[in-house]
Structures are given as structure tokens and as C-alpha cells.
């Protein structure tokens, strides 16, 4: 199993794992604490592991842009699903998610696209009212400024790091003057 997902940088990961946290300390929802904090950019996929090479290779297509600013702000919530810190849509991040989902090998289970960073899911269906009681009116921001992306696998017990994609646009991307020097 694949996800493609943005992970924060280290101090912005720890803050939103102290939520995800005092989530399950609260509330009992160990679920949310097993992958790495990140946001998830296409569903994950199932996908034989001869295919690697050949998704990595899709993927670098997703890279020719330029590095953007991500922006967490407060809470938000699927009702009875997930409970999150919501990220503002920007057209960098809509950009890239189509990129990365138009260039996948396979066909990945779609649908809206609502970024954000999940602090509770799947084992919040009796607590979700509780939870969201908890959060919805408290304040969170954090910003940073994603420079790629990150596959990871699934390794039968752990999502682990399995290929970094950084963004080409700036110095490695070609420019005009690159080509008559």
C-alpha cells in the first residue's frame, strides 16, 4: 500500500502530534496516532510492488513547479469520520494534487479535495460530537512552505518513507537564459 501525502517540518509535526495526542487521551482514539503527521495529496493506493519504479517515475512529473506556502488554520471535522487541523486551498496545492492523481499508474479512489492534517478518525463515531465540542472553537495556525512531497509504503505494520519528490521550478528548472549562455 502507497500514500502520497506533504509532510510538515519537524516542529510543526510535533505540535500537531501533541493534539492528536491530547485527542486520544480524551477520547480514546488510538487509530490516528499510527501513521506519520501529513496530509494526504490521493487516496492510497493498492499496488503490486513490481510497479514502484514505474509510479516514482509518474510522480516526478508532479515536480515541475515551484515551492508554496501551506497554511494551517484552525478545526474542522467529516462528521462521525474525521476530526482535522484544516489547511487553506490554495491554487499551488489544487495544481499539485491534480498533478500527482493525473499522473498515478493506477486508478486511485477520488473525490473532493479537502486538505488537511487528521488528529482523530476511523474509531471517533461515539465521541465525535464530544471531540468536535473540544475543538471547534479553538484556535491553530502554522505555516511552511512545502518544497515536495513524500511517498510512503506501507510495510505491513508502518507507514515508512519510501521516495522524497522535491519541487525542479527555481534553480534546476531550465529558463531561457539557461539556453542561449
Not at 460530537?129 to 472553537?137: A, C, D, V, Y
Not at 519510501?162 to 521550478?169: D, I, N, P
Request: hydrophobic fraction near 45%; charged fraction near 20%.
Amino acid at each position: 500500500m502507497y500514500l502520497i501525502a506533504i509532510l510538515p517540518p519537524p516542529d510543526i509535526s510535533a505540535r500537531v502530534h501533541l493534539i492528536r495526542q491530547e485527542c486520544a487521551e480524551a477520547f480514546g482514539t488510538l487509530a490516528s496516532l499510527r501513521p506519520p503527521v501529513h496530509m494526504t495529496l490521493a487516496a492510497p493506493l493498492r499496488m503490486d510492488s513490481s510497479r514502484e519504479q514505474n509510479l516514482v517515475t509518474n510522480l516526478e512529473r508532479a515536480c515541475n513547479q515551484s515551492p508554496f506556502n501551506v497554511e494551517l488554520e484552525n478545526f474542522g471535522g467529516f462528521e462521525n469520520v474525521a476530526v482535522f487541523i484544516d489547511v487553506k486551498k490554495t491554487a499551488a496545492l489544487t495544481r499539485l494534487r491534480k498533478e500527482i492523481v493525473s499522473n498515478l499508474p493506477v486508478k486511485a479512489p477520488s473525490g473532493p479535495f479537502h486538505p488537511h492534517f487528521t488528529i482523530a478518525y476511523r474509531d471517533i463515531a461515539e465521541v465525535y460530537p464530544l471531540i468536535m465540542g473540544r475543538f471547534k472553537r479553538r484556535k491553530f495556525f502554522a505555516s511552511f512552505v512545502s518544497s515536495g512531497f513524500t511517498l510512503l509504503k506501507h510495510d505491513g505494520r508502518a507507514w515508512q518513507r519510501f521516495h522524497e519528490f522535491s519541487f525542479l521550478a527555481g534553480p534546476k528548472q531550465l529558463s531561457l537564459e539557461s539556453l542561449f549562455a
